[in-house]
Nanobody, 117 residues
């Protein structure tokens, strides 16, 4: 059974930085895409960033230039470096894996990121 464990969330002042980590364990054959989503209170879950197995990255316009997604295939892990954090970045962040030819979705448990003034 595939399991995803997230870490790195916390409380940070505006302008600060955090690094989120997500590690997968279990039987893993092919992770096509890894990504990070976030959901703020009263809002829909939105895609923040993604990275393919070939290293191609994509970012939401709201975080472009501030966040960096990376991947460590040897560790089956994905990371999100968040710099210049803003109050609007406050949300629960979820890692996501799309696995196999059918791109089946797997989700982490979520980690809270709170940005204060």
């Amino acid at each position: 059974q595939l399991q995803l464990v997230e870490s790195g969330g916390g409380l940070v002042q505006a302008g600060g930085s955090l690094r989120l980590s997500c590690a997968a364990s279990g039987s893993i054959f092919s992770i096509n895409v890894m990504g990070w989503y976030r959901q703020a209170p009263g809002k829909q879950r939105e895609l923040v960033a993604s990275i393919t197995r070939g290293g191609i990255t994509s970012y939401d316009d709201s975080v472009k230039g501030r966040f960096t997604i990376s991947r460590d295939n040897a560790k089956n892990a994905v990371y999100l470096q968040m710099n210049s954090l803003k109050l609007e970045d406050t949300a629960v962040y979820y890692c996501n894996l799309k696995i196999g030819s059918a791109y089946r979705n797997y989700w982490g448990q979520g980690t809270q990121v709170t940005v204060s003034s």
